[in-house]
């Protein structure tokens, strides 16, 4: 494992590799150009061809001195959005094994950003969540709106949703 004076692991809910200019801007161009190392960590998209990404077979694209991605699973299916936080925690693990962070940074993903926490502490790293919409308070809208049909099972769900959120977001 080599280190980086400044890296990041940065844990995206976009599909990878990444379209948005924004990402490819900041994470192709400018953080490399200021010294920031920085290994992307997420899944391919749904309709993502095998191999034209780069991948060396483990999941790693990119090149030591721009950063990298790490590819784990496949986004466009119930099955996965269940099983990404767990594929991030991977990708992170492969990450970490090319470059240590200097810290974690989860957007959007709720359930990975509680893994990442947990791994950014065993790390002795800081953790940082990037919430790009109120995601807290989408939940908390729609607990409602099912509430307003009866509380069942489902409101139960949306409500332990909304809160574990809270709890973990805003504590």
């Known amino acids: ?11 995206v809910r976009d599909p990878l590799p990444p379209r948005r200019a924004d990402v490819l801007t900041l994470f192709g161009a400018e953080l ?22 780069g991948s060396d077979g483990t999941g790693s694209t990119g090149q030591p001195d721009r950063g990298s991605m790490q590819v784990v699973g496949r986004l466009g299916s119930r099955f996965a ?4 936080p767990f594929w991030d925690v991977l990708g992170l693990l492969r990450a970490w ?19 990442a926490w947990l791994a950014a502490r065993l790390l002795g790293v800081p953790f940082v969540y990037w919430m790009s919409f109120p995601i807290v308070e989408g939940f ?3 607990r409602d709106a099912i509430g ?3 509380r069942g099972a489902l409101w139960l769900a949306h409500a332990l949703r909304a809160q574990a959120s809270r709890l973990l977001l805003y504590r």
């Open 1 to 11: 494992m080599r280190s980086s004076p400044l890296s990041i692991a940065y844990i």
């Open 32 to 53: 490399p150009r200021h010294g920031v190392h920085a290994e992307l960590v997420g899944q391919a998209g749904p309709d993502a061809a095998d191999g034209p990404d």
């Open 81 to 84: 959005a269940v099983c990404s």
């Open 97 to 115: 094994r090319r470059v240590r962070p200097g810290c974690v940074q989860v957007r959007d993903k709720i359930a990975s950003a509680f893994m």
């Open 140 to 142: 908390e809208v729609r």
């Open 148 to 150: 307003k049909r009866g």
